[in-house]
């Protein structure tokens, strides 16, 4: 029997703007990654998903898998995480065959008020108490797989009871949930803050990761900033490789994740291009 380890699928982040370029991403890639709170529009009870939006996602859905990767349910703020944003992906999940949905582990509301960015737990018995339970929630809900990713510490954390990837894998073993593992995450919090990201990957329990994200951002005065809208970098591409390659790594799916506003800048000749050295990178 041949030990060759089969390369992880490959997504794209959906932006619904401009149907030629969907099109044409469409054989590049595996899945389509969708987020709720970037195709919702006001509607007269609140946020929703515009039905022409989700007849387009239907279509879409014949020819690639969907996954859904949330940014705003807020799942570890104190006073309860957005209900909001399950309405939206209670449309997603009713119309579409969606493979599993995800979300970050982090907060983006305190006391009802949006903070305008996203910031961490710590990393305490208390913490996963509060998750744990919201994690179960979750998967009774949807019966669907359900994965967390590592966000950017953008600001100096407190000593925690746990390590960073002690902390995710205790999370997992508690509630079952899967890991989404941000690799240019990695980066930007080895270089702003000194993780070391080999000894984090040697701790990790990396069999729950079932995917991984990919993207580039800015440095600016030495710092780098996690705005997905640059080609990916090399030392990332080699990052997610070593992850995939892992005697006991988990990966299903790899996805190069831009914001909206970078796609008309970079335009689609240098997003294929960024989607072809994934893909070769990956398998090699």
Not at 30 to 51: C, K, M, Q, R, Y
């Amino acid at each position: 029997m041949s030990d060759e380890r089969r390369a992880p699928a490959i997504a794209l982040t959906y932006e619904g703007n401009d149907p030629t370029y969907i099109e044409r991403m469409l054989p590049l890639v595996d899945f389509l990654e969708v987020t709720p709170d970037s195709i919702a529009v006001d509607g007269d009870h609140g946020a929703e998903i515009p039905p022409n939006t989700l007849a387009t996602l239907e279509a879409l859905s014949r020819d690639v898998r969907i996954v859904v990767h949330g940014v705003g349910l807020s799942i570890g703020s104190a006073d309860g995480w957005s209900e909001e944003y399950l309405r939206l992906l209670d449309q997603l999940v009713e119309c579409l065959p969606v493979a599993w949905h995800s979300e970050h582990l982090g907060y983006v509301n305190v006391d009802g008020q949006h903070l305008g960015t996203m910031l961490p737990l710590p990393k305490t018995e208390e913490a996963l108490d509060l998750l744990g339970g919201r994690v179960m929630a979750l998967q009774a809900r949807y019966a669907l797989p359900f994965l967390l990713e590592n966000i950017v510490r953008v600001l100096p954390e407190p000593e925690g009871e746990y390590s960073d990837a002690g902390f995710l894998n205790a999370l997992v073993a508690r509630t079952g949930c899967g890991l989404l593992l941000d690799v240019y995450n990695l980066e930007c919090d080895a270089q702003n803050n000194g993780l070391p990201i080999r000894d984090f990957l040697a701790e990790l329990d990396t069999e729950h990761v079932r995917e991984l994200h990919v993207a580039c951002g800015v440095e600016h005065a030495g710092v780098l900033l996690d705005v997905h809208s640059r080609p990916l970098r090399d030392a990332t591409l080699a990052l997610a490789h070593d992850i995939v390659q892992r005697p006991n790594a988990g990966v299903q799916l790899v996805t190069y994740e831009l914001l909206a506003e970078a796609v008309p800048v970079l335009g689609p000749d240098v997003i294929e291009v960024e989607l072809r050295r994934l893909r070769a990178a990956l398998a090699a």
